[in-house]
């Protein structure tokens, strides 16, 4: 297997609070250049869900502008590595991205990572930075079409917990 390189720039701005990171973009993802872009991928469907928004985005453009209402960031952990398709569990070689470049710059409150593979990448490299570990953190289920074990309600009463960890940090 050759070094995939990661061809998708962070999505975030000035506004964002919460973070969702990824382990590295399927195929298709990096096909038409921005997150979760499989078809059968439920992550706008879920996230939709979780904020109780009607309107699913379609488009690129349609998605960031969802985004940026929502203060949402997408990002992965991993910057470049050797993977088959789009399997998590062949992931290898790891070179890592640089979270403090989205850090630093927006008022991040929440850091959410999407599936197994996407927490103990982050666990690996993050667990231990003074920065990073001042931030609440979930892990959700992945919204990938291979989680069959999970109904699109399943992972939206799951997703729920971004809202849930935001209206706490609000009455801190």
């Known amino acids: 297997m050759e070094q995939i390189e990661h061809n998708i720039d962070p999505f975030f701005d000035l506004n964002s609070q ?20 499989h ?24 998605k960031k502008q969802y ?7 997408l990002w992965d952990v991993v910057a470049s590595c ?4 789009a399997s998590d569990s062949s992931i ?4 890592y991205n640089d979270l403090h470049y989205i850090i630093n710059t927006a008022p991040i409150q929440l850091i959410v990572t999407t599936g197994k593979k996407a927490d103990s990448l982050f666990r690996k490299r ?3 930075d003074p920065v990073i570990n001042k931030i609440s953190y979930l892990n959700l289920p992945s919204t990938s079409p291979a989680n069959a074990s ?13 809202i849930d960890v935001l209206r706490r940090k609000d009455k801190e």
């Not at 059968?40 to 009607?54: P, V």
């Not at 999970?150 to 971004?162: D, E, P, V």
Request: hydrophobic share 35%.
């Open 92 to 95: 290898k070689n790891v070179y």
């Open 39 to 62: 078809p059968r991928n439920r992550f706008w469907k879920t996230l939709c869900g979780a904020f109780n928004d009607k309107i699913v985005p379609n488009s690129i453009f349609e």
């Open 126 to 128: 993050w667990s231990k």
């Open 67 to 73: 985004l940026k209402t929502r203060k949402i960031a």
């Open 18 to 37: 919460i973070l969702i990171l990824g382990s590295f973009p399927s195929p298709k993802s990096r096909k038409t250049g921005f997150y979760y872009g």
């Open 150 to 162: 999970m109904n699109l309600a399943q992972l939206i009463k799951n997703y729920h917990q971004i």
């Open 82 to 85: 050797q993977i088959h398709g």
